[in-house]
């Protein structure tokens, strides 16, 4: 069943559009199936279950001496990252998708400074109504950017200069909701701060590339709004064990 989803979705997905599997709450046996279809992007969203898939391909290349075993694998984090956790996350992930507040913005700064690395992230909006999602105020956002690219936001505190990270752009939810148009409305709204980053700082444009936008129930939908990555979990793997 993998095989043939996998399959299924990378025939129907536009050349633009990338898989990324969502591979939390379920066993390293669904990865490596899911990889040897072809999947290479796979994301998580708790510190400690991330940690222990990483550990457990590093026993695989041991068991079958092959260090290159599945060499080609990426890792982005989806969840909620708490500043404790950092450690735990950022030396083994490509992408942190789910960066929602400025103290972890923060964080990741000063983790990646002090280990000499540069950290790709996606800035989270919040767009959708329920209050219990994360995630950043547009105005925030372009705070934030403007500071990046060197200039200081009138009206706000100092910010960091953000050296070691990189934009890659913006990943949202749309309302959990069976209503198309609150939906719509809401790939609209994120789509729109995505363009309006990429206008207000063009000198940050050819990094700044990624709308990651739509999961296994609406993401048909996301690539209208020009979603350049779908996050897809349980149409690939089934139910979450």
Not at 109 to 117: D, G, L, P, S, V
Not at 147 to 174: H, K, N, Q, T, V
Not at 192 to 218: H, K, N, V, W, Y
């Amino acid at each position: 069943m993998i095989k043939e989803t996998i399959n299924k979705l990378n025939s129907e997905l536009p050349s633009t559009v990338e898989l990324v599997a969502v591979s939390k709450f379920h066993p390293f046996d669904a990865i490596e199936e899911a990889y040897r279809a072809g999947q290479r992007i796979f994301a998580e969203s708790r510190p400690q279950e991330l940690l222990a898939k990483v550990k457990r391909l590093e026993e695989l290349r041991s068991e079958r001496g092959e260090p290159e075993y599945m060499a080609d694998v990426q890792w982005h984090f989806i969840g909620h990252l708490q500043t404790n956790k950092l450690k735990m996350v950022l030396p083994y992930v490509s992408l942190v998708q789910s960066v929602d507040s400025l103290r972890l913005l923060d964080a990741i700064q000063t983790w990646a400074a002090a280990n000499e690395r540069v950290v790709n992230v996606l800035l989270e909006p919040h767009v959708a109504a329920e209050q219990t999602k994360q995630g950043f105020m547009p105005e925030e956002i372009y705070s934030i950017l403007e500071a990046a690219s060197g200039r200081s936001p009138e009206g706000s505190a100092e910010m960091l200069p953000y050296d070691s990270i990189c934009f890659r752009g913006i990943m949202g939810m749309a309302t959990f909701t069976d209503e198309e148009a609150v939906i719509r409305s809401d790939f609209l709204a994120l789509r729109s701060i995505f363009d309006q980053c990429r206008i207000r700082f063009p000198s940050m444009a050819p990094d700044f590339t990624e709308l990651s936008i739509g999961m296994s129930d609406d993401y048909p939908l996301a690539i209208e709004y020009g979603s350049t990555m779908v996050r897809i979990g349980s149409m690939i793997f089934g139910s979450r064990i």
